[in-house]
Nanobody, 128 residues
Framework: QVQLVESGGGLVQAGGSLRLSCAAS????????LGWFRQAPGKEREFVAA?????????RYADSVKGRFTISRDNAKNTAYLQMNSLTPEDTAVYYC????????????????????WGQGTQVTVSS
């Protein structure tokens, strides 16, 4: 089992920045995929960003966050990060991190169904 705990959410004004963290504990994987997803009220959970460590590092981003968000990972700390800049009210949501103990394909990295382990979520609210 893998336990994931997100932190770093909060209230920020439009144009501001936040950095989310996702700390993993329990079983860890030498080659795994980590993803960030978000869910706004009344909407489905959607892909934000993902990072894969398999034959090098691969990242993917949703078009809506490309150029503003950066995903990274610190394997020594078993922690993933999501740096979010130039936030807008449309970024308001509960943000979830997810992990899968294998290197996912480029397409699978963006799908909620590809991930086995999920955190409890952290609220991000962007005021206008």
């Amino acid at each position: 089992q893998v336990q994931l705990v997100e932190s770093g959410g909060g209230l920020v004004q439009a144009g501001g920045s936040l950095r989310l963290s996702c700390a993993a504990s329990g079983r860890t994987f030498s080659d795994n995929s980590l993803g960030w997803f978000r869910q706004a009220p009344g909407k489905e959970r959607e892909f934000v960003a993902a990072i894969r460590r398999s034959f090098g590092i691969t990242t993917r981003y949703a078009d809506s966050v490309k150029g503003r968000f950066t995903i990274s990972r610190d394997n020594a700390k078993n922690t993933a990060y999501l740096q979010m800049n130039s936030l807008t009210p449309e970024d308001t949501a509960v943000y979830y991190c997810a992990a899968e103990g294998r290197g996912l394909t480029i397409v699978a990295m963006t799908s909620t169904s590809s991930y086995t382990f999920w955190g409890q979520g952290t609220q991000v609210t962007v005021s206008s």
